[in-house]
């Protein structure tokens, strides 16, 4: 039957009107005769017009109209549609939001009929009504029938608001409760042999354990196997792994009416490498040996659901005292932070603002929190022992643990995303969690909560806005109850008690509960604008100090640099409008001792933790800045302190760019490798050390002579300082020349010098609480029997006559660092031919220094020092590269340029150029020398003092760990791998160094 033209630009008009995208369409579906009814009442048109999809509404109802038996059938289908509005409502709000339950309807044209019924016992059905309803189902197909036919009307329910969507999942899980009942019992029926030898249990986990399931998910479980009285426990094990395998089989494979679910029982213990049933003892005993943090986190969600209910019961009871015991295990939160941060990371970056359940923001930010929170203090309180998360967080909401303002907040938004993600994937029934990017799918969604305005903007505006509450408040919700706790405030709210309090610190990992909270109340107390930005900050600081292996030391820094700065404006807010500022602190506070200790001495420095302003000062301008300073003052000792003050600045600038890179914050170079972030580290200190000098050489002559000492001098950097590589616990090795001016005497010219050498040292070595600078000039000629500081004619004297083969290697690394540049270029090209000698070294030299360095290992080495772990002298350490690398530079740099070069690892990258070590040996040789060299820095960083072996201290120990990105638990693995490496190291050592 046709449409006439005049009438067809009515209908036109009305479609378009009633929200149909394609108008068109809509008109030819609605010209066939079956389609009179539907055409011709403006009641039909309207209730396809509140559908979220009219479109995809008016094709599902056509499609079931068309697959009605007979036209008696369709004539009771559309009059009872157009009669009951109910029926109405629930029929096209499921047709209009989901294309595969259109398809089953089209399939199974008698399932409408599962919506007539609108009573109130039917508003909430529960596993008995569910189980009723598949009762029927005698095989997998019929069972998958059924089992849409069931979610037909919860979606029903759902989408027209008849249940709000905890009750939507609730009802999922009940569903999916009833079908792994009917499952097995079909698998029993299948295998009566098996029933009788065993009892078993199946335990649903995630979601459907936490009645907050999904339309579309794996239902996670856990079997549990018991023998029956009598039989035999290897028997029994077997036969209840046979039915829960068949189980599994009837609800995941594929039939000619699709799957329902897959099950997962991957959350077994070991996983998918572990048996699939084990009985309770088995279970308990991987628990209290084995288990991992995250193991117990999803214990929280167990709950009987199928088989034995008194051997399921007996499994959550037996359990539940080491899920509540959890949180007392060592690096808790750690683990459950880490393992979040896991999960983020490898979300593909395309996905990442798109990803409801797992992004930043996301449903699993809301989980993990409520979770973390339940663990810490369900201990002590039941009320908080739901597996439920909505519940979970009214329960913490009321006892304290979470401020009701967030409580509510997090609710809402909760709420939010997961009816997002029911919509979502109720069109196609598809697991899924990523937002779609089609206007089409967007615009049915955004239809489907209500957004009828602007659908798309609307739902992208509160997506956005429900994901910002969530970032947020899971940041705040676990620390923010602790400022509440001591600041007293909202004294109408329930607040953490002081036990709960330290609870919460301890779970965290600080060490003195009591001392934190005693800091958080100095911090956070008061009505002050200064208390108030700190309640705003603190919550966030506590989560980074508690990231770290001393979060104690992290809070007590911050209070000290807060007394110290807290009345100047700049500081709080800083802090408070730039979060880096405020996370680069963090980490800084809480990576050691020596950060901490240069702030600390000058706490205005925080404005230096902007990621720009961590980049190192060029040396150029850094030494102008300190001559400038020492010309400013009245004496010496004045002149050596300002000196000072700009190297105490720019430590502190180091060694906060080197923890902040470290601990790849989310504004820090993540570009730089480890050996690029040494290179940027060893010469920023030692171009700070070379300035240093450089003032105080300013300083001494300017007090002793005026403007021209009577002899020109030079300052030669040796060992680490010449070769750029200066950790922060080294000395500075040099080496003195003096140059007497025309007319001058020899004597009185060597007599400056040496007065000049000595004022040097007694400034330099002045009481102070900075880290030390210390000259050290054994290097030079006669070592400490010889003069300290010699003309050029006499090194070249001494270097003619005297000079051994370790001489000629010690000054590979020569480079001038301060004084007058024509007498540090006149010294440099006085030694060249001594240390790139030409032809290489006889076989005797070559003897000679293998000889010393077979000496130096056996003699120098601390009595007790494990020589594994000896980053200088220890196998495959500093020396050990760095003496290969020397000798390579003393047989061929005077025929390969590259090598002519003070750095360690430019010198080992052009030796690799040469051919003179392969690409495997050179890459060996610098992981190892790149990995001690940070080590010795690390344990200066935390200890605030000079070591060359790993930290004793389990601590300190961790400190260290942390610094080289591994986390808890896990410092183990940094000694191994330090090990590895440095065995590797040793191997090419003696095969290119020792010639074995």
């Known amino acids: 039957m046709s449409v006439p033209q005049g009438r067809r630009s009515s209908l036109f008009t009305r479609?378009?009107?009633?929200?149909?995208?394609?108008?068109?369409?809509?008109?030819?579906?609605?010209?066939?005769?079956?389609?009179?009814?539907?055409?011709?009442?403006?009641?039909?048109?309207?209730?396809?017009?509140?559908?979220?999809?009219?479109?995809?509404?008016?094709?599902?109802?056509?499609?079931?109209v068309e697959a009605q038996p007979e036209d008696t059938a369709r004539r009771e289908l559309l009059d009872t549609l157009i009669a009951a509005k109910p029926l109405r409502d629930r029929l096209l709000g499921v047709l209009g939001s989901s294309e595969a339950l259109a398809d089953h309807l089209a399939r199974h044209p008698g399932d409408w009929q599962a919506l007539v019924t609108y009573e109130?016992?039917?508003?909430?059905?529960?596993?008995?009504?569910?189980?009723?309803?598949?009762?029927?189902?005698?095989?997998?197909?019929?069972?998958?029938?059924?089992?849409?036919?069931?979610?037909?009307?919860?979606?029903?329910?759902?989408?027209?608001?008849?249940?709000?969507?905890d009750q939507t999942a609730a009802e999922l899980a009940d569903l999916a409760t009833a079908t792994l009942r009917a499952a097995l019992a079909m698998a029993c029926q299948a295998a009566p042999e098996d029933d009788r030898l065993c009892r078993l249990a199946v335990v649903a986990m995630g979601k459907c354990g936490g009645h907050e399931l999904n339309y579309v998910s794996d239902v996670d479980v856990i079997f549990v196997g018991e023998p029956r009285e009598g039989a035999d426990e290897g028997k029994a094990v077997q036969a209840a792994t046979r039915l829960a395998s068949h189980l599994m089989r009837i609800c995941s494979e594929t039939t000619v009416e699709g799957s329902i679910w897959p099950v997962?029982?991957?959350?077994?213990?070991?996983?998918?490498?572990?048996?699939?049933?084990?009985?309770?003892?088995?279970?308990?005993?991987?628990?209290?040996?084995?288990?991992?943090?995250?193991?117990?986190?999803?214990?929280?969600?167990?709950?009987p659901v199928a088989g034995d209910a008194e051997l399921g019961a007996e499994y959550v009871e037996t359990l539940a005292p080491l899920v509540w015991g959890a949180a007392e295990r060592e690096n808790f939160v750690p683990d459950v932070q880490k393992m979040r941060r896991r999960v983020v990371d490898n979300i593909p970056a395309?996905?990442?603002?798109?990803?409801?359940?797992?992004?930043?923001?996301?449903?699993?930010?809301?989980?993990?929190?409520?979770?973390?929170?339940?663990?810490?203090?369900?201990?002590?309180?039941?009320?908080?022992?739901?597996?439920?998360?909505?519940?979970?967080?009214?329960?913490?909401?009321?006892?304290?643990?979470?401020?009701?303002?967030?409580?509510?907040?997090?609710?809402?938004?909760?709420?939010?995303?997961?009816?997002?993600?029911?919509?979502?994937?109720?069109?196609?029934?598809?697991?899924t969690h990523l937002l779609p990017e089609d206007d089409a799918d967007l615009r049915r969604i955004g239809r489907s909560l209500g957004l009828r305005r602007e659908p798309i903007t609307e739902l992208n505006r509160a997506w956005r806005r429900h994901n910002s509450v969530v970032r947020r408040l899971h940041e705040k919700l676990f620390y923010q109850p602790l400022l509440d706790a001591v600041a007293q405030l909202a004294p109408t709210e329930a607040r953490l008690s002081a036990e709960a309090a330290r609870e919460r610190l301890v779970a965290l990992g600080y060490a003195d509960p009591a001392s934190a909270l005693r800091h958080l109340e100095a911090l956070a107390s008061g009505v002050s604008r200064k208390a108030a930005i700190q309640r705003t900050l603190l919550p966030v600081l506590l989560g980074w100090f508690a990231d770290s292996a001393d979060p104690d030391a992290g809070l007590l820094g911050f209070r000290k640099v807060s007394d110290a700065l807290g009345q100047t404006p700049w500081y709080l807010r800083l802090l408070r409008d730039e979060g880096t500022v405020a996370e680069n602190l963090a980490r800084v506070l809480s990576a050691g001792r020596l950060a901490p200790d240069l702030l600390m001495r000058a706490p205005e420095a925080v404005n230096l933790l902007g990621t720009e302003a961590l980049d190192?000062?060029?040396?150029?301008?850094?030494?102008?800045?300190?001559?400038?300073?020492?010309?400013?003052?009245?004496?010496?000792?004045?002149?050596?302190?300002?000196?000072?003050?700009?190297?105490?600045?720019?430590?502190?600038?180091?060694?906060?760019?080197?923890?902040?890179?470290?601990?790849?914050?989310?504004?820090?170079?993540?570009?730089?490798?480890?050996?690029?972030?040494?290179?940027?580290?060893?010469?920023?200190?030692?171009?700070?050390?070379?300035?240093?000098?450089?003032?105080?050489?300013?300083?001494?002559?300017?007090?002793?002579?005026?403007?021209?000492?009577?002899?020109?001098?030079?300052?030669?950097?040796?060992?680490?300082?010449?070769?750029?590589?200066?950790?922060?616990?080294?000395?500075?090795?040099?080496?003195?020349?003096?140059?007497?001016?025309?007319?001058?005497?020899?004597?009185?010219?060597?007599?400056?010098?040496?007065?000049?050498?000595?004022?040097?040292?007694?400034?330099?070595?002045l009481p102070s609480s900075d880290p030390p600078l210390l000259i050290d000039a054994d290097l030079r000629p006669e070592g400490r029997s010889g003069p300290l500081v010699r003309t050029l004619a006499s090194y070249a004297a001494y270097y003619r006559r005297w000079s051994l083969v370790w001489?000629?290697?010690a000054l590979l690394r020569a480079e001038p660092v301060a004084g007058d540049p024509e007498l540090a270029a006149g010294f440099v090209e006085l030694i060249d031919p001594l240390r790139y000698p030409v032809e290489g070294l006889g076989d005797d030299a070559v003897r000679e220094i293998r000889r010393?360095?077979?000496r130096m290992e056996s003699e120098r080495m601390p009595r007790g020092s494990d020589p594994t772990l000896h980053t200088k002298l220890g196998r495959g350490g500093l020396s050990d590269v760095e003496w290969t690398v020397q000798l390579l530079q003393l047989q061929h740099a005077w025929e390969e340029p590259g090598l002519r070069t003070t750095r360690t690892r430019e010198a080992l990258a052009a030796a690799h150029a040469a051919g003179l070590l392969a690409t495997e040996e050179a890459q060996i040789l610098d992981e190892a020398w790149v990995l001690a060299a940070r080590v010795r820095n690390a344990v200066m960083l935390v200890r605030g003092r000079a070591g060359d072996t790993f930290p004793s201290d389990s601590r300190e120990l961790a400190a260290v760990g942390r610094y080289f990105g591994y986390g808890p638990g896990h410092v183990g693995d940094l000694l191994e791998d330090y090990r590895r490496i440095t065995r590797r190291a040793r191997a090419v050592v003696e095969e290119r160094f020792y010639g074995a």
């Not at 017009?49 to 008016?58: E, K, T």
């Not at 529960?126 to 009307?153: I, K, T, W």
């Not at 996983?271 to 628990?287: C, D, E, F, K």
Request: charged letters at 25%.
């Open 852 to 854: 010393l360095k077979a």
């Open 807 to 809: 001489e000629a290697q």
């Open 616 to 765: 190192p000062r060029e040396h150029g301008a850094l030494e102008q800045e300190v001559l400038a300073a020492v010309s400013r003052a009245a004496n010496g000792e004045q002149a050596v302190a300002a000196a000072r003050a700009v190297r105490r600045r720019e430590l502190f600038r180091t060694t906060a760019a080197d923890i902040v890179a470290s601990y790849r914050t989310e504004e820090s170079p993540a570009e730089l490798d480890p050996g690029a972030l040494m290179d940027r580290t060893g010469g920023a200190v030692s171009d700070i050390t070379a300035a240093t000098l450089a003032g105080t050489l300013r300083a001494v002559v300017r007090e002793g002579w005026g403007d021209t000492l009577p002899t020109r001098f030079a300052v030669i950097g040796m060992g680490r300082f010449g070769g750029h590589e200066l950790g922060y616990g080294s000395d500075a090795d040099v080496l003195f020349v003096h140059e007497p001016r025309e007319g001058v005497d020899d004597h009185e010219a060597a007599q400056a010098a040496n007065q000049v050498v000595a004022e040097m040292r007694r400034l330099l070595q």
């Open 264 to 303: 997962d029982a991957n959350l077994r213990p070991e996983g998918r490498n572990g048996p699939l049933v084990r009985t309770l003892s088995s279970h308990l005993a991987y628990y209290q040996r084995w288990a991992k943090t995250w193991e117990f986190q999803a214990l929280l969600k167990a709950r």
């Open 350 to 431: 395309a996905e990442l603002d798109r990803e409801l359940k797992l992004g930043p923001g996301g449903l699993r930010d809301v989980e993990f929190a409520v979770q973390l929170l339940q663990l810490v203090h369900g201990r002590s309180d039941r009320s908080l022992r739901s597996g439920t998360t909505l519940d979970a967080l009214r329960a913490l909401a009321a006892g304290g643990y979470v401020g009701r303002v967030d409580a509510t907040q997090l609710d809402d938004a909760y709420r939010f995303l997961r009816t997002l993600e029911h919509r979502i994937q109720l069109y196609k029934l598809r697991r």
């Open 15 to 64: 479609l378009l009107r009633h929200g149909f995208t394609d108008p068109s369409a809509a008109e030819r579906l609605l010209a066939g005769e079956a389609m009179d009814a539907v055409r011709t009442d403006p009641v039909m048109l309207d209730a396809l017009g509140q559908a979220a999809d009219p479109d995809l509404a008016l094709l599902g109802l056509v499609r079931l």
């Open 120 to 165: 109130p016992q039917d508003l909430h059905p529960g596993v008995e009504e569910f189980e009723r309803g598949l009762a029927e189902a005698r095989d997998p197909v019929a069972l998958r029938v059924a089992y849409r036919r069931c979610l037909l009307s919860i979606a029903a329910r759902d989408v027209c608001g008849t249940t709000q969507v």
